[in-house]
């Protein structure tokens, strides 16, 4: 399903508005910056902090924005309070096209300076130039939540909030830009506002009726059993629009694993099954869905009778993440919090329910657009209403992924676990106390 309006005219005017916006600051921004030096309080140490934010300008008159760039940051050095030495640095860095530096600079110059709200507005531009769609919203926001936003500005939040799925926040800010362009007469803007809102209410009764295909795999290979499981599930359906975005689906679930044997009295370490099913979820919140499937389900293994049986599950799902950039730079270290929860009741095992939780917190070391390094650390437990031994257990532990692409996602995760069964074993069962290596590919 498309994640917002596909509408070039939309796109173009997002790029004209960024390109628009940096070539101006470049061109005009050192020397807005020397006006604003004028009247600033200065250092002790002012004939060096001057000198060397006159050896910049020199340089910018010269046609050198490095040189220039290295003059102000050595500025900054001089008087690190001097929002105008990291606001005439970005703008250095931004001739010379090193992005990643002149976003650097000006939030060192907002640190400084909060009330540099062209800073913002650049800051925003910069951003979703360089394909961070998170942080130009957040930069656009800030300027909404200020009271500083421009017609200029909604539009191009509406474009932002659109390309990452937010329909609802889109159009919100394209009226906004809608009315705001009409007040100031602003025809060009005004124009495009009403062209996107136009595309957004196609795209979005698009949306209302429109067909879903999604697959989820995850092979997994546990040192503690020496068993590799292979699962799989995959789903075709319809998708209604409104409030709960009601779906129904066909369904398809496979589980099979190395170590499980059949016979009179069967070894299962998983449920290892073909499971076809008919489906249908809602979602009350963005964070939380409730199903319910019917279907049958075929074992994998060689038992006794080997025959179809009835499979009714129902029950409810939740997923939260949040990041949050632990530098300056975009593509820096970033801090990512994951909780994830289920809860289901089974009619094929007895009428029981099962709940699972974890927690993972990963540090993003590297990431790009060919993906990501995080080193993380993860929390994880069951329940099981009937006492089950296997579902009623904790674990601690921590490792490493490696994360490939950026839409279809690959991922391998490798991690050592710590666990612990809640209730004393009984006869075979392992003891409650364990260690686990473990390697798992998601897609």
């Given amino acids: 399903m498309p994640?917002?309006?596909?509408?070039?005219?939309?796109?173009?005017?997002?790029?004209?508005?960024?390109?628009?916006?940096?070539?101006?600051?470049?061109?005009?921004?050192?020397?807005?910056?020397?006006?604003?030096?004028?009247?600033?309080?200065?250092?002790?140490?002012?004939?060096i902090f001057q000198a060397r934010m006159n050896a910049g300008y020199a340089a910018t008159r010269a046609g050198n924005p490095l040189a220039a760039a290295a003059a102000f940051d050595s500025a900054t050095q001089a008087d690190p309070k001097s929002a105008n030495a990291w606001i005439s640095a970005g703008y250095a860095f931004m001739a010379a096209k090193q992005t990643a530096n002149a976003i650097a600079?000006?939030?060192?110059?907002?640190?400084?300076?909060?009330?540099?709200?062209?800073?913002?507005?650049?800051?925003?531009y910069l951003y979703s130039g360089s394909g961070d769609n998170r942080n130009a919203i957040a930069a656009f926001y800030a300027l909404v939540s200020r009271g500083k936003a421009t017609a200029q500005d909604y539009?191009?939040?509406?474009?932002?909030?659109?390309?990452?799925?937010?329909?609802?926040?889109?159009?919100?800010?394209?009226?906004?830009?809608?009315?705001?362009?009409?007040?100031?007469?602003?025809?060009?803007?005004?124009?495009?506002?009403?062209?996107?809102?136009?595309?957004?209410?196609?795209?979005?009764?698009?949306?209302?009726?429109?067909?879903?295909?999604?697959?989820?795999?995850?092979?997994?290979?546990?040192?503690?059993?020496?068993?590799?499981?292979?699962?799989?599930?995959?789903?075709?359906?319809?998708?209604?629009?409104?409030?709960?975005?009601?779906?129904?689906y066909v369904s398809l679930r496979v589980t099979r694993d190395s170590k499980s044997v059949g016979g009179l009295q069967p070894v299962l370490f998983a449920?290892?099954?073909?499971?076809?099913?008919?489906?249908?979820?809602?979602?009350?919140?963005?964070?939380?869905?409730?199903?319910?499937?019917?279907?049958?389900?075929?074992?994998s293994v060689s038992v006794t009778p080997r025959n179809w049986h009835r499979d009714v599950r129902a029950g409810l799902l939740a997923n939260v993440a949040n990041s949050?950039?632990?530098?300056?730079?975009?593509?820096?270290?970033?801090?990512?919090?994951?909780?994830?929860?289920?809860?289901?009741?089974?009619?094929?095992?007895?009428?029981?329910?099962?709940?699972?939780?974890?927690?993972?917190?990963?540090?993003?070391?590297?990431q790009g657009k060919a993906g990501a390094i995080d080193i993380f650390t993860r929390a994880w437990g069951s329940y099981d209403s009937k006492h089950d031994y296997y579902n009623r257990v904790v674990e601690g532990g921590g490792g490493v992924a490696l994360h490939l692409g950026?839409?279809?996602?690959?991922?391998?995760?490798?991690?050592?676990?710590k666990g612990h069964y809640l209730a004393a074993p009984l006869g075979t069962q392992p003891a409650q106390n364990y260690n686990d290596f473990r390697v798992m590919f998601v897609t």
């Fill in 3 to 47: 994640t917002g309006p596909e509408n070039p005219l939309k796109i173009t005017m997002l790029r004209r508005l960024a390109a628009g916006a940096m070539i101006v600051a470049a061109t005009f921004g050192i020397a807005a910056s020397s006006a604003h030096a004028q009247a600033a309080v200065r250092p002790a140490n002012d004939s």
């Fill in 105 to 124: 600079r000006f939030n060192s110059a907002i640190q400084v300076d909060p009330d540099r709200d062209v800073i913002r507005r650049q800051l925003g």
């Fill in 155 to 248: 539009l191009a939040l509406g474009n932002l909030n659109a390309l990452v799925g937010q329909l609802d926040s889109s159009l919100k800010s394209f009226k906004s830009a809608l009315d705001l362009a009409t007040q100031s007469g602003d025809t060009a803007v005004g124009n495009a506002a009403q062209k996107s809102i136009a595309n957004l209410q196609v795209a979005s009764a698009a949306n209302a009726a429109g067909a879903f295909v999604e697959y989820y795999l995850s092979p997994l290979y546990q040192n503690r059993f020496r068993n590799y499981i292979a699962f799989g599930v995959g789903r075709v359906g319809v998708s209604g629009g409104g409030r709960f975005t009601p779906q129904a």
């Fill in 271 to 299: 449920d290892n099954s073909l499971l076809p099913a008919l489906g249908a979820r809602i979602h009350p919140l963005p964070w939380l869905t409730v199903f319910a499937e019917a279907g049958a389900t075929y074992p």
């Fill in 324 to 366: 949050k950039l632990l530098t300056r730079k975009p593509t820096g270290l970033t801090l990512i919090s994951e909780v994830y929860a289920d809860a289901s009741w089974y009619d094929r095992f007895n009428r029981d329910v099962i709940g699972y939780a974890q927690w993972r917190e990963s540090l993003r070391l590297i």
């Fill in 406 to 417: 950026n839409v279809h996602r690959v991922s391998l995760f490798v991690d050592a676990q």
